[in-house]
């Protein structure tokens, strides 16, 4: 199985920062990866797909990067909104595997 | 609008079966398939399984070889999941998630709390 290992586990950041997540995988996943942001008892929201495209609806201040073993979220400008938890998720191989979590709270 | 719409939550014995339905709605059923993703307490997510809703064909984790089983019920747009010989360690939130055309998981249910108690 491929591991997908996120860090941090946890970040305090402020409203106005920009933070950097990091998702890495155990081989390479080519661009086969997603992000996915999830707030207490709700179900994951999808925020980017194949490594750095945006889905619809989602604000430019989310972006992704990377390929094959190596990936980042980026959020430029911290909204309120964006207090949550985030991990990635690759689909290159089954068992499809997901990182385990970045929990991102206010500073 | 496109939805996933999953069945209540459960409690269940150890050794039962539970069966978890996701009744899709607002895009054309067999176009996409849906997965089935698991989250126990303080764990992070676990793939288990999935079904081409068009043709019915599925493949499920080996972790759950002969635990888990999927079907579809095309007149009722409706995905099932059945997961046997239930035991403390699947005490979990199970979501269903269509696959975006290859993709990621663009849709997701709303997810199914199951306990398991003696």
């Known amino acids: 199985d491929i591991q997908m290992t996120q860090s941090p586990s946890s970040l305090s950041a402020s409203v106005g920062d920009r933070v950097t997540i990091t998702c890495r995988a155990s081989?390479?996943?080519?661009?086969?990866l997603a992000w996915y942001q999830q707030k207490p008892g709700k179900a994951p929201k999808l925020l980017i797909y194949?490594?750095?495209s945006l889905d619809s609806g989602v604000p430019s201040r989310f972006s992704g990067r990377g390929s094959g073993t190596e990936f980042t979220l980026t959020i430029s400008s911290l909204q309120p909104d964006d207090f949550a938890t985030y991990f990635c998720?690759?689909?290159?191989?089954?068992?499809?595997?997901f990182g385990q979590g970045t929990k991102l709270e206010i500073k | 609008q496109v939805q996933l719409v999953q069945s209540g939550a459960e409690v269940k014995k150890p050794g039962a079966s539970v069966k978890v339905f996701c009744m899709v709605s607002?895009?054309?059923?067999?176009?996409?398939?849906i997965h089935w993703v698991r989250q126990a307490p303080g764990q992070r997510l676990e793939w288990m399984a999935w079904?081409?809703?068009?043709?019915?064909?599925?493949q499920v984790s080996q972790k759950f070889q002969g635990r888990v089983t999927i079907t579809r019920d095309t007149s009722a747009t409706t995905v099932y999941m059945e997961l046997s010989t239930l035991r403390s360690e699947d005490t979990a939130v199970y979501y269903c998630?269509?696959?975006?055309?290859?993709?990621?998981?663009?849709?997701w249910g709303q997810g199914t709390i199951i306990t398991i108690s003696s």
């Open positions: 998630a269509r696959l975006q055309s290859g993709d990621a998981y663009d849709i």
């Open positions: 607002g895009y054309t059923f067999s176009n996409y398939a």
């Open positions: 079904i081409n809703v068009g043709n019915g064909n599925t």
């Open positions: 194949r490594a750095s």
């Open positions: 081989q390479s996943i080519n661009s086969w």
């Open positions: 998720h690759q689909y290159s191989n089954y068992p499809y595997t």
